[in-house]
């Protein structure tokens, strides 16, 4: 794989790094001795002292480079396209290190012949924009690979762009991840339009400098569940463009540590109504109270008991925090507000496959309980008596009038069910006295018969 004098390289750099160079080795015990002698005659009683940190760091080097050993032999198994479901590599490794633009063209072309890799995972400032080109410049197409992590390397939009192949030629990736890398906006807008004709179902954009988004209904990846674009510079135009992706399969979007404010959150909002089973996480951002509440409403609008039974029953999940920068009220009012959401989620979760049972337990919950709704309606700003409550009251007399005719009809008609019960007891007793006589009068003519032969 790699070439001559890159091996020649790597060899040298790994011989000094585990000590098997004579020189170094000589060197290392000379030093090792008179580290030993002068410990020995500052300690005064002869022991030897160990450092404890050096001891660890001696255990991680160890760890490392076994890791990076099994790297190496499983970078040979796809070579020889023998077995091995994951090539897992990190920037540290020496072979890493020394791997020339051509050695990563070559691994890149490996892959693409490789009959069984399921997983690729190169992380940790092992790729920047070159060499990442150049190894999707062979990694052009896949059967087998389903997860490939990239996260926490140095390329940017440049290395994503050369990706696009692979992605529009990968026909079972369900995972990308490409965390904490400065792709920016025209990165993602790039990998995300790529992946509308694959089988992703996570992707993962997370820290990766992003702040205008562009989605096109045409080209939204139809299996994708959950998307991740935490730690990034999202604001209410961002949010204008991802709630399209909220009247699709969406399962859940992860939003937290953006520039999102109120206007966004009522962007949102407006599209979340008709989601389905969605998760949301909106915590760490600009959204003060006020915004919170529009998401209240959404799950559970107490305006009305219509409008309760047409919010949202079917949202998941809904993680949000007004921010101290704008939260236009008190930590109080905002954990309550936040409370109320997650009451409302919960009776969503209690009725996953029945929203018509989770909106009439909402209406129980929060307009039939008085003392619930005048607390809901003081959060919210709305009428705090509920019309509900308003008809109930300008209506007393009449509903306790019906109540006592009610109870005055039962009484009559278990009085006349009785009399009939008896009417008919009478009857039936009248029908067998006269079947008892006919019977009587029926002897009575066969003797008379008997008697007349017998002369």
């Known amino acids: 794989m790699l070439s001559s004098s890159s091996r020649d390289l790597l060899f040298l750099a790994l011989a000094a790094r585990l000590g098997h160079s004579d020189s170094s080795s000589s060197s290392d015990d000379d030093e090792s001795g008179s580290r030993n002698e002068s410990s020995d005659s500052s300690s005064g009683d002869g022991d030897s002292s160990v450092s404890i940190g050096s001891v660890e760091n001696d255990d991680e080097d160890e760890d490392e ?75 052009t197409k896949s059967n087998t690979i389903k997860y490939v992590t990239l996260y926490e390397n140095d390329f940017g939009a440049e290395g994503v762009l050369a990706m696009v192949p692979f992605l529009q030629n990968v026909d079972y990736l369900e995972e990308l991840n490409l965390n904490d ?34 989605i096109d209904n045409d080209y939204i990846p139809r299996n994708l569940r959950i998307l991740g674009l935490c730690h990034n510079s999202i604001n209410a135009d961002g949010c204008r463009e991802l709630a399209k992706l909220l009247q699709h399969s969406l399962l859940r979007l992860e939003l937290s540590n953006n520039c999102i404010d109120d206007e966004g959150v009522e962007i949102l909002a407006n599209s979340l109504c008709n989601s389905s089973w969605l998760q949301i996480d909106l915590t760490q951002n600009q959204i003060s109270v006020e915004g919170m509440k529009l998401l209240l409403k959404v799950v559970n609008d107490i305006s009305s008991i219509e409008s309760t039974l047409r919010s949202n029953h079917t949202l998941n999940l809904i993680k949000v925090v007004a921010s101290d920068d ?120 066969t003797r008379r018969d008997v008697c007349s032969n017998s002369w």
């Open 326 to 445: 704008a939260s236009g009220g008190s930590d109080k009012e905002s954990e309550e507000v936040q409370q109320q959401i997650n009451d409302a989620v919960m009776i969503n979760r209690r009725n996953r496959n029945n929203p018509e049972a989770a909106g009439k337990e909402k209406v129980i919950h929060s307009q039939l309980n008085s003392i619930k709704r005048r607390n809901l309606a003081a959060l919210l700003g709305v009428d705090g008596e509920g019309e509900l409550y308003v008809a109930l009251r300008s209506s007393i007399v009449a509903l306790f009038s019906t109540v006592d005719r009610k109870q005055c009809l039962q009484q009559q008609r278990a009085y006349h069910m009785a009399k009939l019960e008896a009417i008919g007891a009478e009857i039936a007793a009248i029908e067998g006295a006269e079947e008892i006589a006919e019977v009587s009068r029926g002897t009575k003519r």
């Open 65 to 139: 480079d076994e890791y990076e050993q099994v790297f190496i032999e499983a970078m040979q198994n796809v070579k020889d396209n023998e077995y091995v479901h994951d090539l897992c590599a990190e920037g540290s490794y020496g072979y890493i290190l020394f791997m020339t633009n051509e050695d990563w063209e070559q691994l890149g072309r490996d892959i693409s012949n490789h009959d069984h890799l399921g997983s690729l995972s190169i992380t940790r400032h092992a790729l920047e924009d070159e060499n990442m080109s150049f190894l999707f410049r062979g990694l």
């Open 181 to 214: 890398n400065t792709i920016t906006s025209e990165g993602f807008n790039s990998v995300f339009r790529a992946l509308h004709g694959s089988a992703i179902n996570y992707l993962r954009c997370s820290g990766c400098g992003i702040d205008s988004i562009k």
